[in-house]
C-alpha cells in the first residue's frame, strides 16, 4: 500500500507476542502517545491475538483503549502491560478435544475478520521470529500490520539490535562478574547456562564482557576435550578456576542432538557439562541456570531509548502508509524493512566475527 492509497487512519491497535522482553513497555507508551498525537484512537489487545478471539481475559476485556493515562510512566517497566503468550499461534491454536488430546485449529480469518469489526486500520505487533511470522501471515491474509522486532536473543537478521537484547547481556555480565570470586574462593570450575536457542550473542557478549574463560555458543560446536585442556591449562598457570559460559542451544560437535525437548524448550546442558567436566579433570564443579531472570526486571537506558524509537517509528510508518513492514536499527538510522524479509532466517554469530577473533586474542576458549 502507498501512502497516496492508505484510507485515513482513525484506530490502532497494538499487541504483545511471544516471550516478554524489557522495554515492551516503553514500545507501547511511545506507539500510543504518537498515535495520540496523530489524533488517532488506540486498543491494547490482552495476551497475544487472545484478546481478539476472546470477549474476556482473565476477566478484563480482551481490547481496551490505551489512552495517554493508561501508559503513564511504564518506561521503566519490565513485562508488558497487554500480557503476552507463546501458546497463541492463531495459525495453530491449542484445543482439547472431545477425546481429551489436544489438536490445532487454525483461527487467523477470525483474527482478521474481528479486526475489521472493530475498524482497526494497523495493528503494531511486537514479537520475536515467531510473532513476526504470524504477523506477516496475517498481512498476507489483509490484515494492515507493523512489527516491532523484540528478543533478548538478537537473533532477528534485518534489525542491528533488538531491544531487551542489552538488558539481558547486562544481567548475565553481572551474574558471571559474581561466580569470579565464588569460584576463585574455592577453586571450582563454574558452569553457567544462559538463554540463546539457535544463536549465542547473549553468551558471546557477556562471556567476553564478563571475563569467561570458555564460551560455548551454539554456532561453534565443542569439543569436551579442548575444554578440559582450558581448564587444565589455567590450572597450570595457578589460575585454579575456571568460568565456563555455554548458551543453552549449544552442542558438542560429536554430532549429539541439542538439550531441546519436544516443545523446544532448552535445558540441561549446564548439569551435563558440569558433571563431565569434573569428571574429567578432578575438579569440583558446579552449574547454574540463570533463565527467566535474563528477562525479567526494568530495561537498561539503551533498551528503553531504543523501544521508545521503535514505537515512535511504528507509527511513522502507518502515517507514510508503510505496511506490512518492520521497523529496524540499522546503523544510527530507524529504517521500515518489509516485514517478509525481516523474518526470512535467523542472525547468528559468525564464527569469523570480530567480536569472537577479540575473545580468542584474549584468550577465551570456544572449546573448538
Ligand atoms: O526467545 C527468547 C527466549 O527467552 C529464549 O532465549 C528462551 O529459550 C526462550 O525464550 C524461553 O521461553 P519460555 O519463556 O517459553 O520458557
Known sequence: MT????????RIAINTGGGDAPGLNAVIRAATLAALHEGWEVLGIRRGYMGLLEGDVDGEPGVFPLTANAVR?????GGTILGTTTRGNPFGLEVRQPDGTWGRVDRSDEIV???RELEIDALIAIGGDGSLNIAHALYQKGLPVIGVPKTIDNDLRATDVTFGFQTAVEVATDAIGRLHSTAEAHQRVMVVQLMGRHTGWIALQSGLAGGADVILIPEI?????RIVEKVRERDRSRRRFSIIVVAEGARSADGEASFADASGRYGGIADRLAAEIGAATGKETRSLVLGHIQRGGEPIAYDRSLALRFGAAAVRCIREGSLGTMVALQGND?????LGDAVHDLKRVPPDSELVTTARQLGVSFGD
Open 113 to 115: 475478520q474481528r479486526c
Open 3 to 10: 501512502a497516496s492509497s492508505l484510507p485515513q487512519v482513525r
Open 334 to 338: 530507524i529504517r521500515a524493512v518489509p
Open 221 to 225: 560446536p565443542y569439543h569436551l576435550d
Open 73 to 77: 510512566g511504564i518506561t521503566h517497566l
